[in-house]
């Protein structure tokens, strides 16, 4: 269908639309025109994707000013998805403009889209593919592909082919998909379409081009790109992939709730005692190396030399930014710090690995010590660096870059033997850069929190200001979009992220039936208040009440349910007392049961299992994590999921002196109470929780929030606004009894099929959709 959004046609690649994504148009629209950012929330399962694919092409297509769209993901799977979404809304876009304009259609350049992901999932390498672990992937893609290899290659190939042995053979110890991409050299471009992962990987295979590579190349000519959040957010990968992007783009970072937790994990290092063993080692091999090329080599050393004299722009583990934008990006970073070159003790190598092996010393005997978990500034740790080590400082901001240089002068392909050392080396530069300021602080944990009697030194550099990452994309893009279908409240995430939205703006679910029945439970039939607080968990009742609203549930449902419990530890605890009191066996005499775990191979046959119990019609309960894999990024839809338990509010683990340290930072800078900050934490994690049941509007679930502080106001208030739409105040505070009675009535009621047109007035025709846009168009007006 096509639509009119103020003036703009959008072509929409489905007959009918749900009002939300119209009205989730206009917000586009208001955000693009005026060149701004905004943060908008839109209920789950109601075309998310769709919608803005749909909205930012049509627009693309009438203001060719805008020069590519940024579509941020957090998983390969959420990546085809898009990818796969996007392929039907083209090819409807393009049939449709074909139709309209046939003259003006003939002249459109058609569309390049393709998604960029690691080496190892883009690898056609028989024996780079097959490695385990990205790490293990990506360096024996440099052994391959690394310029001084390929060098040393083609001069054996050379000398080869002159002594008479013929010019076709191919050197086994080169990549040859890599070699046919470079080959190709400006001409490695591929053709107009829009590439899934899977395309590209058979586009390389047809060309012998390396899909890796080749997707990297392409990102300055592609019109819509997906990746990884990373990709922009992180300033080592950000540097390497994203610097040269446009700025008259659209970012998107979809499923953007936890976003800031993405940003200030981007700019956190932690150093275990086993790390900094490990970086004396590679301060060794470092030293060998050195001695080696001084006497085979050292006209190389000397060119670096001269380079680091002329000074050498800080990358990598900094966020991306230009010298003249500095201030305005990153207040925090000294403005000179593009521009001052790397100080003389350190431009020699020698010098360089001297200064690291005092740092990892200082760090080892000074700071990794002690029983008594402690927490300080990094202004008071540099203080007492500078007295202890009587060292100049300076250096250890150009740490970071002065060891990738020497990596690359050495020649040395499997830098993944000495990720210990450049992680120190991060710790060094973020401490050299940040040490002034209140953005990061200083944290030594001596005990594993999870096992707090086995001895497991960490010293942490926690980044405490996700505005840090942010910034840099805010100030660099034209326009930028916060979307979920779980971001509420709107304003605290624009204070934490640091910066003012053009639009913020949550949206409601429109809906003929009630797809979702929310119910607030706050004590068991005993009248017992059930909860997760630690003076709670230990409670027979409590557990028991738990238990009971949990086997009942499963009785009641006739296929899939998830119970999501707060903490592993709570799950493994709860799940202890339930098998004592005999609830576990009745619990399989309803249903099978699976199980959620730390490790995300036995998880993934958990949940395949799961599935398969649900397609049989045995059905089957799955026991998961708030803020685990499953919460995060599996759809329970149809069958799989018709029930949602939350046991609990899942706060963090409030005694992390990391997690101290950010809501004091919080308190002190952003006026963010420390009781709002975790309440809107919870809150977040349970929304996603529950919206893991609804995934279309032809769905239907029950989701029980079973704790008796959701009944309070500052948590049942920061629920989506789609959610509390949906829970009268019949349906909160209730007894296990009453909720299981209200679930009954609301299961039968839902099993019972469509009825023809039932959905009708949730679903919008082109002549409404019309109607609604000159009602629109002349509110505008007046």
Not at 60 to 84: N, S
Not at 765 to 782: D, G, I, N, P, Y
Request: charged share 25%; glycine share 4%.
């Amino acid at each position: 269908m096509r639509i009119n959004i103020d003036g703009l046609r959008v072509y929409f690649p489905y007959p009918r639309l749900y009002p939300e994504q119209y009205e989730y148009m206009c917000e586009l629209k208001k955000t693009l025109d005026a060149r701004g950012h905004s943060i908008i929330e839109m209920p789950t399962g109601t075309g998310k994707t769709v919608t803005l694919l749909s909205f930012i092409t049509s627009y693309h297509l009438q203001r060719p000013e805008l020069a590519k769209l940024i579509y941020c993901t957090r998983t390969v799977g959420e990546m085809e998805k898009v990818l796969q979404e996007l392929k039907v809304v083209v090819k409807y876009r393009d049939e449709s403009y074909m139709q309209d304009q046939p003259e003006a259609a003939k002249a459109m350049p058609r569309m390049l889209a393709l998604g960029l992901t690691t080496r190892r999932n883009l690898c056609l390498h028989p024996e780079v593919s097959t490695k385990e672990t990205r790490e293990e992937a990506d360096a024996a893609c440099r052994s391959l592909t690394a310029s001084w290899v390929r060098s040393s290659v083609m001069d054996i190939d050379t000398s080869f082919e002159q002594n008479g042995h013929g010019p076709d053979r191919i050197n086994s110890s080169l990549c040859e998909y890599f070699e046919g991409h470079e080959k190709e050299g400006v001409n490695s471009v591929m053709p107009a379409g829009i590439y899934t992962l899977d395309d590209l990987m058979q586009f390389g295979r047809e060309r012998k081009w390396c899909p890796y590579y080749t997707a990297r190349y392409c990102l300055n000519f592609a019109n819509v790109i997906v990746y990884n959040y990373q990709y922009l957010l992180d300033p080592k990968i950000a540097g390497l992939i994203s610097k040269s992007l446009a700025r008259e783009s659209i970012v998107v970072f979809d499923e953007a709730h936890n976003i800031d937790t993405i940003c200030i994990d981007a700019l956190s290092v932690n150093l275990r005692e086993v790390t900094l063993r490990r970086s004396l080692g590679n301060i060794a091999k470092l030293r060998n190396h050195v001695q080696t090329l001084r006497q085979s080599g050292a006209a190389r050393l000397q060119k670096e030399y001269q380079r680091l004299v002329k000074g050498m722009s800080t990358s990598g583990i900094l966020p991306q930014v230009q010298a003249s934008d500095m201030l305005l990006a990153s207040p925090h970073i000294p403005q000179d710090i593009l521009e001052e070159t790397v100080p003389g003790n350190i431009r020699k190598a020698e010098h360089f690995i001297q200064f690291l092996r005092r740092f990892i010393q200082y760090l080892r005997d000074k700071k990794m010590n002690g029983r008594e978990s402690k927490q300080e500034n990094p202004s008071r740790f540099l203080h007492d660096m500078r007295t202890e080590m009587q060292e100049d400082i300076r250096p250890l901001r150009f740490c970071s870059d002065r060891l990738k240089s020497l990596l690359q002068v050495l020649e040395i392909a499997e830098v993944a033997e000495f990720t210990p050392l450049q992680l120190v080396s991060d710790f060094a530069t973020l401490l050299g850069t940040y040490g002034h300021t209140k953005s990061f602080g200083v944290v030594f944990e001596p005990f594993d929190e999870r096992l707090p009697n086995i001895p497991d030194p960490v010293l942490q550099l926690a980044c405490l200001d996700a505005s840090l990452a942010m910034r840099p994309v805010f100030n660099k893009f034209q326009s930028v979009i916060l979307t979920s279908g779980t971001i509420s409240p709107l304003p605290l995430y624009a204070k934490i992220l640091g910066f003012q939205p053009a639009i913020m703006r949550s949206l409601s679910m429109s809906m003929q039936r009630q797809a979702m029945c929310p119910l607030i439970v706050s004590r068991g039939p005993d009248q017992v208040a059930i909860s997760s607080k630690y003076d709670c968990r230990a409670d027979i009742s409590v557990v028991r009440n738990y238990g009971n609203l949990t086997v009942e549930l499963a009785s009641i449902i006739p296929d899939g349910v998830v119970v999501f419990f707060t903490s592993y530890v709570y799950m493994e605890q709860m799940i202890s007392m339930w098998h004592e009191m005999g609830i576990i066996n009745r619990l399989f005499e309803r249903k099978l049961v699976f199980i959620e775990t730390p490790d995300s191979i036995e998880s993934a046959l958990a949940l395949d299992r799961y599935r398969r119990a649900c397609d049989t019609g045995r059905g089957a309960i799955f026991l998961c994590v708030a803020r685990g894999k499953v919460a995060e990024g599996i759809d329970f839809d149809r069958h799989y999921g018709r029930a949602v338990l939350v046991l609990g509010v899942p706060f963090q683990y409030t005694e992390s002196r990391v997690l101290r340290a950010r809501l004091e930072y919080m308190r002190s800078m952003l006026n963010i109470r420390e009781g709002d900050y975790l309440s809107f934490d919870a809150m977040r994690q349970t929304a996603q929780c529950a919206g893991r049941v609804i995934r279309n509007k032809n769905d239907y679930g029950v989701v029980i929030f079973a704790d008796k502080r959701y009944v309070r106001a500052d948590k049942k208030n920061k629920l989506p606004q789609w959610i509390l739409e949906l829970m009268p105040d019949s349906q909160v505070d209730l007894d296990t009894q009453a909720a299981l009675s209200v679930t009954r009535m609301y299961v039968r009621e839902m099993a019972q099929p469509l009825l023809e047109g039932e959905l009708d007035t949730a679903l919008l025709t082109e002549e409404q959709v019309a109607e609604m846009s000159k009602s629109r168009f002349s509110k505008l007006m007046t």
